[in-house]
C-alpha cells in the first residue's frame, strides 16, 4: 500500500517533466527555424556581410607584361626611330607622416611600372632601365635597380627577394643596387618621365637625364588600348565593385545603424574578400547635402562620418577597387531606408536615362563627343519638363550657353586602366573647347574627341547636383548663367544632394559593347 502512495505521488512529476522537455524542444525548434527562414538566403534584402567571395577569378595565363612591352616597343620607335637613348622609371617613394617614422598605407608603385612589370611588382624606391627601346622584342632589356637597405630595414620591413627570383617573376635581366645606377649609365643618353622622382630613388640629380613629355605621351598611347588579357582584368575588378556596391545597397536600404565611415569601411572589407586589396580611390560615400560634394572625403568630419543617415536622404556610393593594378569605376545613388521622394525619384530617373543616352550612342567607330551630346541632350530635356529653366528656351540654346554645367559641373566620363583617370594620348585634346568651359568646372584634364575603338574602356558617369555654394555664386549674376534658371523651382531642392551613376563601358576586340559594372 505505501509502494502504490508512492508511485501514485510521482505520476504528476514525470508527466511535468516530460511537459517541459517537449515545451523546450519545441522552443529550440522554433529557434533554429527562425535562424533558418530569417537567413539571407530566404530573405536576401535582410543586410548579410559576406565572409568569402563569390566570384571566378580571370584565368592566370602567364604575366601580362610581354604583350604590354611589345607594345610600349612599337609605339617607342614611331616617336624615337633609331634612338639608342635608355628609358629610367622609378618605382615611386612610400610617403609617411612629417615627423613620424611611421608610413602611410595603400602605397603602389607608378602605373608605368606596373605596365612593364606586371601587377604583382611591389619594391618601393627602385629604378627600372630600359635598354633597347626602339629596337625588337627580343632587344628590350630591363635592369632593376634596389634601393640600398639598412641592416635595421631589412630587420623590421624583410629583405628584397633574391635576384633570381625577380628576374623570373618579373622578366628583368639583371638586379643591381642603386649605388651602382650612375656608373651604370655614364656617357649614356638618358629619358625619364620624371626627373624629380628618378632623382628621389637615386639620391642624386644626374645631367644626362631628360625629362621627356614625348615619352609619356609613349605610355600614355601604349596603355589607351587594352589588351584582351588586360579588359579581362578591369571586368574582374569592376564585377567585384558591382557586388560590393550591391550589399552596400541592402544596407542603405535595410540597415538599422547605417552611417558614411561604416558603409566605407564595408566597401572595403568586401573588395579584399575578393582580391581587390587596394581601393581605385578613396571611398566616396555622401548623405544628404555631401552627396553634392563632388569628391567628398568620406569621414574626414568625424561627426559627419558617424552620423545615423536619415530616412528618405540621398545616399551617394562612388567606390571601387583594383585588381592587379587594374582600377574600376562605379557609382550609385539610393535612397535611405528606400523612401524616395517624387523629388528625388525625379532627379534619379533622369540621371538613369541620361546615362542610357550615353550607353546607345557608345559603339566602336563613334567619336566621344557624340557620346556626350547624346547625355546632355537627355538631361536637359529632363530639367526642361521639371521646369528647372526659364521657359522658352530649347536644348540648342541652353547647350550652347553651357548652363547644364550648373548642375552637372563635370565630364561624362574618363578612360580607366592602370589609373582610374588613365589618361588620353595629347593628340586627341581639344584646345578650343578647353576655353569655352566655365572655370568652376572640376575638370582636370582637358576635353578631348576621338572615334571609340576596340581595346577601349571608360566610364559613363551623368550626374545632377545642387550644390549651395555654386548655386549661389550663379545666382549673384543674373546676367549670366543665372538668367536661365527658374529660381522658384530651384531654391526648394537646395538640401536634396545630388545623384550620379556610372558605369564601366568596353569595346571587346571583337567589337561587342559590354557594360562591366552590372
Not at 622584342?137 to 631589412?154: D, G, W, Y
Not at 568620406?298 to 571601387?320: H, R
Amino acid at each position: 500500500m505505501e509502494k502504490t502512495r508512492a508511485e501514485s505521488s510521482g505520476v504528476p512529476a514525470v508527466r511535468k517533466l516530460r511537459t517541459l522537455r517537449f515545451v523546450a524542444a519545441l522552443l529550440a525548434a522554433a529557434s533554429a527555424l527562425a535562424v533558418f527562414f530569417c537567413s539571407s538566403h530566404w530573405f536576401p534584402h535582410i543586410p548579410h556581410t559576406p565572409n568569402h567571395c563569390p566570384l571566378s577569378k580571370p584565368p592566370h595565363d602567364g604575366p601580362l607584361y610581354p604583350e604590354n612591352r611589345a607594345r610600349y616597343q612599337s609605339i617607342f620607335a614611331e616617336s624615337f626611330p633609331r634612338s639608342e637613348a635608355l628609358v629610367a622609371l622609378a618605382t615611386s617613394s612610400r610617403s609617411g607622416r612629417l615627423e613620424s617614422d611611421m608610413e602611410l598605407g595603400g602605397w603602389r608603385t607608378s602605373s608605368n611600372v606596373l605596365y612593364l612589370l606586371g601587377g604583382e611588382f611591389t619594391i618601393s624606391d627602385a629604378v627600372i632601365l630600359l635598354e633597347g627601346s626602339g629596337g625588337g622584342a627580343e632587344s628590350l632589356n630591363i635592369t632593376l635597380f634596389l634601393p640600398n637597405q639598412t641592416e635595421r630595414e631589412t630587420i623590421f620591413m624583410g629583405g628584397f627577394p633574391r635576384p633570381k627570383v625577380l628576374r623570373a617573376e618579373f622578366g628583368v635581366k639583371d638586379v643591381k643596387a642603386m649605388a651602382d645606377f650612375a656608373s651604370y649609365v655614364k656617357g649614356k643618353q638618358v629619358l625619364t618621365t620624371s626627373k624629380d622622382e628618378l632623382a628621389k630613388a637615386i639620391r642624386q640629380d644626374l645631367d644626362i637625364v631628360e625629362e621627356s613629355a614625348e615619352l609619356q605621351q609613349v605610355f600614355i598611347q601604349a596603355r589607351f588600348v587594352k589588351s584582351k588579357r588586360e579588359l579581362a582584368q578591369l571586368e574582374y575588378a569592376s564585377r567585384v565593385a558591382s557586388w560590393a556596391h550591391k550589399i552596400i545597397a541592402r544596407h542603405i536600404k535595410y540597415g538599422r545603424h547605417v552611417n558614411e565611415l561604416a558603409l566605407a569601411s564595408l566597401f572595403e572589407h568586401l573588395s579584399t574578400l575578393c582580391g581587390a586589396r587596394l581601393q581605385a580611390y578613396p571611398a566616396i560615400v555622401g548623405a544628404g547635402g555631401h552627396a553634392a560634394v563632388l569628391h567628398y572625403r568620406t569621414g574626414e568630419n568625424v561627426t559627419a562620418g558617424y552620423a545615423p543617415i536619415d530616412s528618405g536622404a540621398l545616399v551617394l556610393v562612388d567606390a571601387a577597387g583594383e585588381y592587379g593594378g587594374y582600377a574600376s569605376d562605379l557609382t550609385r545613388t539610393w535612397a535611405r531606408s528606400g523612401k524616395w521622394t517624387k523629388k528625388t525619384k525625379a532627379l534619379h530617373a533622369a540621371v538613369m536615362r541620361a546615362q542610357q543616352a550615353a550607353i546607345d550612342a557608345f559603339e566602336e567607330g563613334v567619336e566621344t563627343s557624340v557620346v556626350i551630346d547624346a547625355a546632355y541632350r537627355s538631361l536637359l530635356k529632363s530639367l526642361i519638363h521639371m521646369r528647372f529653366f526659364v521657359e522658352g528656351h530649347s536644348v540648342d540654346e541652353l547647350l550652347e550657353a553651357g548652363v547644364l554645367y550648373v548642375f552637372m559641373p563635370h565630364g561624362l566620363g574618363h578612360p580607366v586602366g592602370l589609373d582610374v583617370h588613365d589618361p588620353v594620348p595629347s593628340k586627341y585634346e581639344l584646345s578650343k573647347v578647353a576655353r569655352l568651359i566655365p572655370s568652376f568646372v572640376t575638370q582636370v584634364a582637358p576635353p578631348t574627341n576621338f572615334k571609340i575603338f576596340r581595346g577601349y574602356a571608360a566610364t559613363l558617369e551623368p550626374g545632377l547636383y545642387l550644390i549651395p555654394g555654386l548655386l549661389a555664386q550663379i545666382k549673384s549674376d543674373p546676367t549670366g548663367l543665372g538668367r536661365f534658371i527658374n529660381w522658384d523651382v530651384v531654391d526648394k531642392l537646395a538640401d536634396v544632394g545630388g545623384v550620379r551613376n556610372e558605369d564601366v563601358v568596353i569595346i571587346t576586340h571583337s567589337g561587342k559593347k559590354v557594360i562591366i559594372t552590372r
